[in-house]
């Protein structure tokens, strides 16, 4: 038994090495960025200009990591949807943020910017300047303080 837990280890290792062994980041210009990609930074970050843009190409999926010079972080999935956007504990563009998430922070921490918003399946993260996350779910309704 100690053997097969041993062989089962060691190919856990192997293949997520594997994996990882075959991602490839490279530096890329905007104009090589999917065209969802564009129209969100054009949108939403209009008049800067990213200071490095990321591809990162891992063997099943690709992503994008756009960095401005203000420290502001967006990442895109392979198609150019994005899925977060981090101020890094500045404020990110409200125009970003969907409206009733937007209108539910603004009435209820009104004293407080969004500094970062992680958009997934099961719906929206919101992590706000005093501190405080917010879960919303995929149609923007809130659910609860995270903890």
Known sequence: MKTKLNLAACLLVGLTF?????????VITKAAL??????????HFAGQEPTSIIEDKETFSKDYKVQFANN????????????????????????????????YI???FPNTTVTKIDKGSWGYEVDLSNNIELEFNSKGQFLRIDN
């Open 18 to 26: 594997g994996l990882s062994a075959n991602a490839q980041k490279s």
């Open 34 to 43: 999917p065209a969802n990609a564009q129209t969100f930074l054009k949108t």
């Open 106 to 108: 603004k009435t209820n």
């Open 72 to 103: 502001i972080e967006v990442e895109f999935d392979g198609k150019g949807n994005w899925e977060e956007v981090d101020g890094n504990h500045q404020t990110i563009p409200v125009t970003v943020i969907p409206k009733n998430i937007a209108t």
